[in-house]
């Protein structure tokens, strides 16, 4: 493994696999990045992109009132429409065959996460982003809580995944689409006629 100043590349087989590690509060921005499969936001772009969405707010809505990151899908949202790219809200009673994957740049998926303190983990739990991409005909779970990228494997090992991640009650998915893709709506099979 060839570490990085601000990420992980893991050396795999058929390439290598960008991860970034969970730092304070900014698993959206680690999510972005791993999606992407490279270092393209940061806490200081994240907390611009807060400012405009909400330019005269004292106590911005779409970030931790401490400033630690847990920024807000409408951050995700931002960023991606800032690189020609668009965040798809997934409807959980479809069912993941009906994705059309070579249309697909990757997941960021929304999951309840265990709090802990250390080794000591608290009955709580919050809301987690972490990101799913294929990289090099394999598929990758890029959750910034791992120690390094996890690969899932082919389409039927993906849907598989997301179908288990998505039967959580509170688990939500965005796909990360070029813009383009939104539009025409290609991200879903043809035979699926609910929009």
């Known amino acids: 493994m060839r570490k990085m100043l601000f990420g992980n590349r893991v050396s795999m087989s058929e390439g290598e696999v960008f991860h970034e590690k969970q730092r304070l509060e900014l698993c959206a921005i680690h999510a972005l990045n791993n999606v992407l499969q490279e270092r393209v936001f940061t806490k200081e772009t994240a907390d611009d992109i807060c400012k405009r969405l909400a330019p005269q707010c004292v106590m911005n809505p779409h970030r931790s009132v401490l400033g630690t990151g847990n920024y807000d899908v409408n951050v995700i949202m931002a960023a991606l429409q800032s690189r020609g790219l668009a965040a798809v809200w997934w409807d959980k009673r479809r069912s993941v065959q009906n994705l059309c994957l070579d ?36 598929f990758y779970n890029l959750d910034s809580k791992l120690k390094g990228p996890a690969c899932i494997g082919r389409e039927t090992e993906l849907r598989s995944f997301l179908t288990e991640q998505l039967s959580q009650d509170i ?21 699926d006629t609910r929009k």
């Open 103 to 138: 249309k697909i740049q990757g997941f960021i998926l929304n999951v309840p996460s265990r709090v802990s303190l250390g080794i000591v983990s608290l009955p709580l739990r919050r809301r987690h982003w972490l990101a799913v991409r294929e990289v090099n005909g394999q």
């Open 171 to 191: 688990a939500e998915m965005l796909l990360v689409v070029q813009k383009e893709v939104d539009d025409d709506g290609t991200w879903l099979k043809p035979d």
